[in-house]
């Protein structure tokens, strides 16, 4: 467990996170649901409008969905313990990556070693 880090700062980061992606979910739940096919009622333009509103939404709901899986996983090492370490070499994450993302798996080092491939 690193001794450097205020942990339940993180924590508290991390829980703001997962609070905030959640209540935009379910917002954007509305802006999910099916279009209207019926030519009667909605116009080419508007349905095909209305389509693209789906599809972006739909995009944002798939990312949503991983950002909240990692903010779990971060938390999930914070509490066993393993949080700040990266998850392929080890080592200490440094606190200012840390403080831009607090969900970060990967030290600085393994992230760039992973852009290049």
Known sequence: MRDDLVL?????L???RLATIQSEREA????????ELDQTKVGRLSRMDAMQQQAMAQATANRAELETQRIRTALSRLRSGDYGYCVKCEEEIAEGRLR????TLICIDCARTAEKK
């Open 14 to 16: 991390l829980e703001e």
């Open 100 to 103: 831009v993302d607090p969900a």
């Open 28 to 35: 954007q739940r509305k802006e999910g649901a099916p279009v």
């Open 8 to 12: 339940d700062e993180f924590e508290k």
